[in-house]
């Protein structure tokens, strides 16, 4: 798989709770490859939270500075790159992540996301008292965008290690 792709990275893209991180560093780690994850990138860069971020700056403000991490990663040579759920939106980041890496949309069923996110207060965009209705928006308007990405793995709730078993079989 590593020889099939090159120089090329492996880009996860997907809702937020998808498990982009958990699966990337298990993915990362068999394929020998480094793992980053671009919000940590960012978080790290700005010395804030994305929390802090949004409420400082904006959104608009975030999605730019998170374009830019984005393509100085995927210059980086080969690795594979955890992205914000939102990142995938902004067509020049696409622009970016097609330049440099393989897609992959992680879409566990809504129900496992819900589960997810429910465990964590600390996505700005989720800071309501509707916290599933505001996801099923969200998904809904996001998915047909993520669909463009050049692999789409579905999965149930099960191991991260199945899905990573599922990612590897597709880029072969
Ligand atoms: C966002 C997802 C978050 C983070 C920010 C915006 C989104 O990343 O980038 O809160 O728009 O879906 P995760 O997908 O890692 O939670």
Redesign the pocket.
């Known amino acids: 798989v590593a020889a099939a792709l090159g120089s090329r990275s492996v880009v996860l893209v997907g809702?937020?709770g998808a498990g982009?991180?958990s699966v990337g560093k298990r993915l990362a780690a068999r394929l020998g490859l480094p793992f980053v994850d671009a919000?940590a990138e960012i978080e790290a860069g700005a010395q804030l939270t994305?929390s802090e971020i949004f409420e400082r700056f904006g959104e608009a403000y975030f999605r730019e500075g998170e374009r830019r991490v984005i393509a100085r990663l995927l210059n980086g040579g080969p690795q594979v790159l955890a992205t914000?759920?939102?990142a995938f939106m902004n067509a020049a980041t696409r622009d970016a992540i097609a330049a440099g890496g393989v897609s992959i949309w992680l879409k566990p069923e809504v129900e496992v996301l819900l589960a997810r996110v429910r465990k964590k207060a600390n996505?700005?965009?989720l800071q309501t008292d509707d916290q599933e209705g505001a996801l099923r928006r969200?998904l809904a308007d996001r998915a047909p965008i993520y669909a463009l990405a050049d692999i789409t793995i579905e999965s149930r709730d099960g191991p991260h290690e199945s899905v990573v078993d599922q990612t590897l079989r597709r880029l072969a």
């Open positions: 809702m937020m982009k991180t919000d994305i914000g759920g939102g996505r700005p965009l969200i």
